[in-house]
T-cell receptor, first 114, second 112 residues
Framework: EAQVTQNPRYLITVTGKKLTVTCSQNMNHEYMSWYRQDPGLGLRQIYYSMNVEVTDKGDVPEGYKVSRKEKRNFPLILESPSPNQTSLYFC?????????????FGSGTQLSVL | AQSVTQLGSHVSVSEGALVLLRCNYSSSVPPYLFWYVQYPNQGLQLLLKYTSAATLVKGINGFEAEFKKSETSFHLTKPSAHMSDAAEYFCAVSEGNNDMRFGAGTRLTVKP
């Protein structure tokens, strides 16, 4: 089954404790992206990747890091989480540029930073 | 940069009634437009997309949207709402630069 898998589904942590949210897709997609969803703001792009070793900033990259060492994986790293990073995070992938290709989304990671 | 505005953060309709969710966009070039749906505790799923082939776009689950350049709108409609349509709906716009912008979302409630 074609899917984007995010882990964990829920995460509670404390300020400053490094964490990683994993994202993996099994569709051999080149394009992958991370979004955060906040009430009243919709989805905002954090980082995206056009292919292996190619990443770029989205609208809200501050406080986040990503890596794309292999095609299927695109982890999101918070080196020193802060309470304003409490949010619902989604990973997405598509077979081509996000221009006109359908995005496949993971089920989301609800992060709470205390 | 492109942007999208969804009018109404909450819309409530009765089962069997017309669904109309409004979306207006801003773009400096001919845009690509999308509607996504998010069911509770799930990621977003594509409902339909406009890529200049036809102004009236039909999607899944009986939804359709019409691109109106003169009004910079891409409203989503469905003739008859079902209980299963209750979800959050997001309009999105892209200018072809890998920068897709999402609206704030509209939560649709369907009353029995």
């Amino acid at each position: 089954e074609a899917q984007v898998t995010q882990n964990p589904r829920y995460l509670i942590t404390v300020t400053g404790k490094k964490l990683t949210v994993t994202c993996s897709q099994n569709m051999n997609h080149e394009y992958m992206s991370w979004y955060r969803q906040d009430p009243g703001l919709g989805l905002r792009q954090i980082y995206y990747s056009m292919n292996v070793e190619v990443t770029d900033k989205g609208d809200v990259p501050e406080g986040y890091k990503v890596s794309r060492k292999e095609k299927r994986n695109f982890p999101l790293i918070l080196e020193s989480p802060s309470p304003n990073q409490t949010s619902l995070y989604f990973c997405a992938s598509s077979g081509g540029p996000a221009t006109n290709e359908k995005l496949f989304f993971g089920s989301g990671t609800q992060l709470s930073v205390l | 940069a492109q942007s999208v505005t969804q009018l109404g953060s909450h819309v409530s309709v009765s089962e069997g009634a017309l669904v109309l969710l409004r979306c207006n966009y801003s773009s400096s070039v001919p845009p690509y437009l999308f509607w996504y749906v998010q069911y509770p505790n799930q990621g977003l799923q594509l409902l339909l997309k406009y890529t200049s082939a036809a102004t009236l776009v039909k999607g899944i689950n009986g939804f359709e949207a019409e691109f109106k350049k003169s009004e910079t709108s891409f409203h989503l409609t469905k003739p008859s709402a079902h209980m299963s349509d209750a979800a959050e709906y997001f309009c999105a716009v892209s200018e072809g630069n890998n920068d897709m912008r999402f609206g704030a979302g509209t939560r649709l409630t369907v009353k029995p």
